[in-house]
């Protein structure tokens, strides 16, 4: 990150290259202290060893713990290992369970990691932050001195992240944006993707390009009942066919939504691939 602010953590951001469904983009790992450092996010497998040489680079290194953002293998594939070569607990929101289980060999939380919590380091301190939506238990990191969030898949430098039904959840989505838009940031440190300035005007971004999706999907089963199939076409129209499955998602996670609000509904049990009508 260049210099440091006086009085602010130390923060070192490494990327770590990701095998399988994120291979085209790394994962950003944050190193969090000088001696005594916290590790967020090691990512996936290739991550044990590129944050070891990182710390290797420093003297008297002691991991206090390694913190999760979520349990996406692109983020905490790494972690058990680091955990057993550093000898300090893995932290992360008990709501990921369900993540771990699916997608990942192991499944300890060491110790319970939940929003509001102030995490003490030598130097300062870290702030939890609840910011489910991309995942249920999705906690941000935030330095108070810089005032740096250090957000995981609340937002991307790449422009926009992944909000999947069932695990994620569009209306929590919103809220934590609206959140984290009222929080005073100066810097993000996003899950993949160059580090951000200037992030009010962010959050805001990707409120308002959500929104305009929403009315959107609510635009087109107005006008008549449809499938998610059915909509793709006009939602998406130059979509490549790997993105197809999570053009559909995305759909699903704002009807949803706008379902939770009274203002469309299913017409049948098959939320995916039946008829959504709206509301009168
Ligand atoms: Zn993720």
């Not at 950003?28 to 497998?45: Q, R």
Request: hydrophobic share 40%.
């Amino acid at each position: 990150m260049g210099q440091v602010e006086s009085g602010a953590l130390p923060l070192e951001v490494i990327e770590i290259p990701n095998n399988g469904f994120m291979s085209d983009q790394p994962t950003n790992a944050t190193i969090v202290g000088t001696h005594d450092v916290f590790i967020i996010d090691p990512g996936d497998a290739a991550g044990v060893e590129i944050v070891q040489e990182a710390l290797g680079r420093r003297d008297d290194v002691r991991v206090q713990a390694i913190l999760l953002t979520h349990g996406h293998p692109d983020h905490a594939t790494a972690a058990p290992e680091l955990k057993r070569i550093y000898d300090c607990p893995v932290m992360l929101n008990p709501k990921e369970r369900p993540i771990l289980r699916q997608f990942l060999s192991w499944s300890d939380i060491d110790e319970e990691l939940t929003g509001g919590m102030t995490l003490p380091i030598a130097g300062g301190e870290l702030r939890a932050l609840d910011t489910p939506g991309h995942s249920p238990g999705h906690i941000a990191f935030y330095e108070p001195v810089s005032r740096t969030l250090i957000a995981g898949d609340l937002v991307s430098g790449h422009g926009t992240v992944g909000i999947f039904p069932p695990h994620g959840k569009m209306v929590e989505y919103f809220d934590s944006l609206e959140r984290m838009q009222r929080l005073n940031t100066s810097v993000i440190i996003p899950g993949h993707g160059p580090t951000m300035t200037q992030p009010p005007d962010l959050f805001a971004q990707y409120i308002e390009r959500r929104s305009t999706r929403e009315s959107e999907i609510y635009a087109v089963v107005a006008r008549e009942p449809t499938t998610i199939e059915a909509m793709i076409p006009e939602l998406y129209p130059v979509v490549l066919p790997h993105f197809r499955r999570a053009a559909a998602a995305t759909i699903l996670a704002h009807l949803e939504k706008l379902a939770a609000e009274g203002k469309v509904r299913p017409e049948s049990d098959d939320r995916i691939e039946g008829i959504w009508s709206a509301q009168r």
